[in-house]
């Protein structure tokens, strides 16, 4: 019998860790008999790949950054995400609409409303999103959200020399804490699908409370 798609999202300001543990979790829920396809945002196809270069480096408005984020996406959602939760497999996303909402909306100060506005026209209708999906839901979400929740202080201070910064790493602390008040905003208005984590922690103990919400819901022994 086949088992029914499973769409988790991980999200976070930059320097909250959560790439380091996606790659654990596929490793796990592998072993755990499941089919995993690991992906992220902006990207997973190649066209999302080649606006994913612009978004993160090109200057330009947050009307203009949003639209093309949502153009990657639905270009994700129809190649990849869709077809893979009707495959019945477990699809892990580094960042998905959450990110949009936080960065533009709230890092940028973009108009909600049209970020809502824009999160209905893309992430509706999209053949294969039957499995895989929360219940009730007339857009593509992901089942469970997981928020590696960092003060921004401590998130700069990982991202000091660990690689060049795109221009979003490169705004300064403000910027992030409206960030972080947009993922706790996204997180209140939906609170059964967020998990939200400790990132403030070591290695270990996040990964330790990231494996317990998946034991805990039935998806890992």
């Known amino acids: 019998m086949q088992q029914n798609g499973l769409f988790i999202s991980f999200e976070g300001i930059d320097g909250a860790g959560k790439s380091t543990h996606i790659a654990a979790l596929a490793e796990a829920l592998r072993a755990a008999g499941r089919t995993v396809t690991l992906t992220r945002e902006p990207g997973g196809t190649a066209l999302a790949e080649k606006l994913r270069v612009m978004i993160l480096s090109d200057a330009m408005d947050a009307l203009t950054e949003s639209l093309l984020i949502f153009a990657a996406r639905r270009d994700h959602l129809t190649r990849i995400i869709a077809p893979a939760l009707a495959r019945g497999e477990v699809v892990l996303c580094d960042r998905f609409t959450d990110a949009t909402f936080a960065y533009q909306g709230g890092g940028r100060g973009f108009n909600f409303a049209l970020l809502k506005t824009l999160e209905e026209w893309v992430q509706g209708r999209v053949q294969g999103r039957v499995q895989g999906t929360s219940a009730n839901q007339d857009i593509i979400q992901p089942d469970l959200t997981i928020w590696f929740d960092l003060v921004p202080e401590e998130a700069a201070k990982r991202l000091v020399g660990a690689r060049v910064p795109d221009k979003f790493e490169a705004q300064p602390v403000e910027f992030f804490r409206r960030v972080a008040q947009g993922y706790a905003d996204r997180l209140k208005a ?22 317990q919400v998946f034991v805990a819901r039935g998806w890992l022994p």
């Open 190 to 211: 939906d609170p059964q699908r967020f998990a939200r984590i400790d990132a403030g922690q070591g290695r270990e103990a996040v990964w330790s409370d990231v494996k």
